[in-house]
């Protein structure tokens, strides 16, 4: 008796014959080209423009866009080594901030010398206590010990550790606070000496990695100038790494601007903390509200999608068409959110399928997500942007389901259209970052420097009537011209007095009452909130 068929190997059997089909159009397609040598990459046919390249200029010797350049000249507009905050920081830092020195070609595209590698740096804690070997015995409570003083007021007996760290920085912490008084940030992309023209996608970031290092330093030397009643010295410290962040979020990629974002959240907690603990005078508190207001503007997250991301999204694609990177380079470097399964569109990349895309239509497709995304992030109503930003991110989904499995072979039947777009779609799938996180990132900082200006409006209105006010609503308009709602609602902030002070919140992210639980409490919540006192 005959087997019934095996509905896997039919399915198989399809499989196959799509994918030889594929290849069979796609040779088919270049039968009228000369032979060319087993191994060579032909050149692509990539058309210069605005809606294939973005950028026209500069371009190589081999014709290709340089990317790297284009990024640094977009970012260096307006700079010099006289206004950039990164000179100086880099002069606290040194020129290798993770151990290996940075290339000479990165400081002298600040328009400075290399900087020498002895100098009055700052010492990492990591490194600092490896010279203390005392402080080895118990390591674990001596970083407890960094991360508390950080985040509560604290005195040179309680943690000597600490101090003496503190004060062995502290020539190269007054250079940080001297930098964030520039007011640009340029810190340039670059390769490295052995590979100087480096994909974008490997480009290293040291300098963003250690700001953090340096706005936990000015963290804890201002909880402990606090504690010893130097209030002065503490709130030149908070504004000095309130600025950083603000600086360091100005660097063309989207890490340094959700580093910054970082930075500043640090910032505007140390500050409620500040307020709580001096219950300044209306006089301090007015010259306090006029040094935030001078503060520098906040990136805007579109920007670092529109240039600098879409840009390394381009290059990625012209070193692939190209032959001068392979796939999986792409997906280890690969900071997209929904991390498709790209093993079967790996095989695109090989041989007469990957010579058959047209990188014009591939380009044209990329970017048109790269323009919706853009103008997506920069519609002024939060809200309506975030239920957009929510609706991308189900199209990706879908996109990237497309690009898994069988189904994204079995695509190419279409031949050279199908096959270009199929790529096109696979690297945005990989390329394309987590938007939503990001978006959601701008909407935290935004509303808690809300907060933190409303939390100044309770302090000045308790400074004139020795009490805070019944509702948000009597700080208008004397104290702030309107209260602000809720950005995540669009709704009134909860605001209550307590027996000692006040409290209010916004919902959060998940745009729910979690009765005043943020992150920080148990059990946890979402809600943004200030308390004062802050306990």
């Not at 995304?373 to 991308?392: G, H, I, M, S, W």
């Not at 879908?398 to 790529?423: C, D, F, N, W, Y």
């Amino acid at each position: 008796m005959t087997n019934p068929p095996n509905p896997h190997c039919w399915r198989l059997s399809v499989f196959l014959i799509a994918v030889l089909a594929s290849i069979a159009i796609a040779q088919a397609d270049q039968k009228a080209e000369p032979a060319k040598p087993k191994g060579a990459v032909p050149p692509p046919k990539i058309t210069i423009s605005k809606e294939t390249t973005w950028a026209t200029e500069p371009l190589k010797a081999d014709g290709t866009v340089d990317y790297l350049e284009a990024v640094n000249r977009r970012f260096s507009k307006d700079v010099t080594p006289e206004n950039n905050a990164c000179v100086l920081l880099y002069q606290a830092m040194g020129p290798s901030p993770e151990g290996k020195r940075q290339p000479d070609v990165f400081f002298r595209r600040m328009g400075i010398e290399p900087l020498p590698d002895e100098g009055p740096y700052f010492q990492y804690f990591g490194k600092w206590l490896r010279e203390h070997p005392d402080a080895q015995k118990d390591i674990n409570a001596v970083n407890d010990m960094q991360s508390k003083s950080g985040e509560r007021l604290w005195t040179k007996a309680e943690f000597p550790l600490i101090a003496e760290w503190l004060q062995r920085n502290e020539v190269p912490l007054r250079t940080i606070e001297l930098a964030t008084e520039r007011p640009k940030y340029f810190s340039p992309l670059v390769g490295s000496d052995a590979e100087p023209d480096g994909a974008m996608i490997a480009v290293l970031l040291p300098g963003v990695q250690r700001s953090r290092e340096l706005a936990r330093a000015l963290a804890s030397r201002a909880m402990w100038e606090l504690a010893e009643g130097s209030q002065v010295d503490a709130w030149r410290d908070l504004m000095t790494m309130h600025r950083l962040g603000r600086l360091v979020g100005q660097g063309p990629t989207l890490i340094e601007y959700l580093v910054g974002v970082a930075i500043e959240s640090i910032a505007i907690k140390g500050e409620l903390l500040f307020l709580s603990e001096t219950k300044p005078s209306a006089k301090m508190l007015a010259m306090y509200r006029k040094q935030l207001d001078r503060l520098p503007p906040r990136a805007s997250v579109a920007d670092k999608l529109d240039s600098c991301e879409r840009v390394m999204f381009l290059d990625c694609a012209q070193r692939l068409a190209r032959g001068q990177m392979k796939w999986q380079e792409i997906a280890n470097g690969a900071n997209g959110a929904e991390g498709g399964d790209s093993s079967l569109i790996e095989k695109l990349a090989e041989g007469a399928i990957m010579q058959s895309v047209d990188w014009d239509v591939a380009l044209k497709s990329a970017n048109k997500w790269y323009d919706r995304l853009a103008a997506t992030l920069r519609k002024p109503d939060y809200r309506e942007r975030t239920a957009e930003v929510k609706q991308f991110n189900e199209d990706v989904k879908k996109l990237v389901e497309k690009s898994r499995g069988p189904q994204a072979l079995l695509s190419l039947l279409g031949g050279k259209p199908a096959i270009s777009q199929t790529m096109s779609d696979a690297l945005i799938a990989l390329l394309l970052p987590a938007v939503q996180q990001v978006g959601l990132a701008e909407g935290r900082v935004i509303q808690r420097m809300r907060n933190l200006e409303l939390a100044f409006a309770l302090a000045a209105y308790r400074a004139d009537r020795d009490a805070y006010p019944d509702s948000l609503e009597s700080l208008s308009p004397k104290y702030v011209a309107e209260v602000p709602n809720d950005l995540f609602t669009g709704q009134p902030l909860k605001y209550a007095k307590t027996a000692e002070g006040y409290r209010f919140y916004s919902f959060g992210d998940n745009e729910k009452d979690d009765e005043g639980r943020s992150h920080d409490d148990n059990p946890r919540g979402d809600d943004l909130v200030v308390r004062m006192p802050v306990k």
